[in-house]
C-alpha cells in the first residue's frame, strides 16, 4: 500500500511566522503535489513536482514555496504565514501521468 | 476552461436505497477520470480511474461509468459506512500531471 505522511496533523501558527509543512512518501513515486483544500472551493493546486529539485507553480502558488531535495520528500513552506492562509492542506503522490494521487490525511493549519 | 461540476451538493439516503452521484466534465481532451471518497478530517482516499467511453470499474457497493461528457457513480444499497464525501477529478490532455476536482458531493446514509 501506498503511504503518504504528513508531519503534523494540526499547526497553529502565528501571522508573519514561517511555516514549514513536510510530506514523506514510500513508493518512490516521481510527482508530489501540495493542495489547500477550503469549504466551498474544494482542492486547489500550490504547487507540483515531478522531479527531484523540479518544480511547477500551480494554481495558487502565491505566498508559498516548496523543495524536493529528496525523491521520497516534498516541502512546502509559508514565508510569512497570514490569516487567509487558514486551511486544510494536502499532500499527494502519484507514480506518474495518468496515474492516481495518493494523499496523506492532511495538515489543518490555522494562523492566528 | 477546464471544469468538473459535481451533483447533487449532498445527498440523503436511506440504508438500502440505491442512487447514483453526477459528475459532468468540460476539457480539450481527457487522459482520465478519477473518483476518490474523503472521510471528515482526512485526505481523499482513490477508489477508481475511468479512461475511455464505455468503461465501468466496481468495487463492493460502489460502481464508476464514464461516458463522453460525465461520469457517474453508482452506490448499491448503501449502508452507513458509506457516508463521506465523494471527490471527482479529471486529468485534461494539456495539463500532464495535473487534476482538476469537483467540488464533491456529500453523502448521508442513515440506518
Known amino acids: 500500500d501506498v503511504k503518504v505522511t504528513q508531519s503534523s496533523r494540526y499547526l497553529v501558527k502565528r501571522t508573519g511566522e514561517k511555516v514549514f509543512l513536510e510530506c514523506v512518501q514510500d513508493?518512490?513515486?516521481?510527482?508530489m503535489f501540495w493542495y489547500r483544500q477550503d469549504p466551498g472551493l474544494g482542492l486547489r493546486l500550490i504547487y507540483f513536482?515531478?522531479?527531484?529539485?523540479?518544480?511547477e507553480k500551480g494554481d495558487i502558488p502565491e505566498g508559498y514555496s516548496v523543495s524536493r531535495e529528496k525523491k521520497e520528500r516534498f516541502s512546502l513552506i509559508l514565508e510569512s504565514a497570514s490569516t487567509n492562509q487558514t486551511s486544510m492542506y494536502l499532500c499527494?503522490?502519484?507514480?506518474?501521468?495518468?496515474?492516481?494521487?495518493?494523499f496523506g490525511p492532511g495538515t489543518r493549519l490555522t494562523v492566528l | 476552461e477546464d471544469q468538473v461540476t459535481q451533483s447533487p451538493e449532498a445527498l440523503r439516503l436511506q440504508e438500502g436505497e440505491s442512487s447514483s452521484l453526477n459528475c459532468s466534465y468540460t476539457?480539450?481532451?481527457?487522459?482520465?477520470l478519477f473518483w476518490y471518497r474523503q472521510d471528515p478530517g482526512k485526505g481523499p482516499e482513490f477508489l477508481f480511474t475511468?479512461?475511455?467511453a464505455g468503461e465501468e470499474k466496481e468495487k463492493e457497493r460502489l460502481k464508476a461509468t464514464l461516458t463522453k461528457k460525465e461520469s457517474f457513480l453508482h452506490i448499491t444499497a448503501p449502508k452507513p459506512e458509506d457516508s463521506a464525501t465523494y471527490l471527482c477529478?479529471?486529468?485534461?490532455?494539456?495539463?500532464?500531471?495535473?487534476?482538476?476536482f469537483g467540488a464533491g458531493t456529500i453523502l448521508r446514509v442513515k440506518s
Open positions: 499527494a503522490s502519484s507514480p506518474g501521468p495518468v496515474k492516481s494521487q495518493y
Open positions: 513508493m518512490d513515486h516521481e510527482n
Open positions: 513536482s515531478y522531479d527531484v529539485k523540479m518544480k
Open positions: 476539457v480539450s481532451g481527457l487522459r482520465g
Open positions: 475511468l479512461y475511455s
Open positions: 477529478a479529471v486529468q485534461p490532455m494539456e495539463y500532464g500531471n495535473k487534476l482538476v
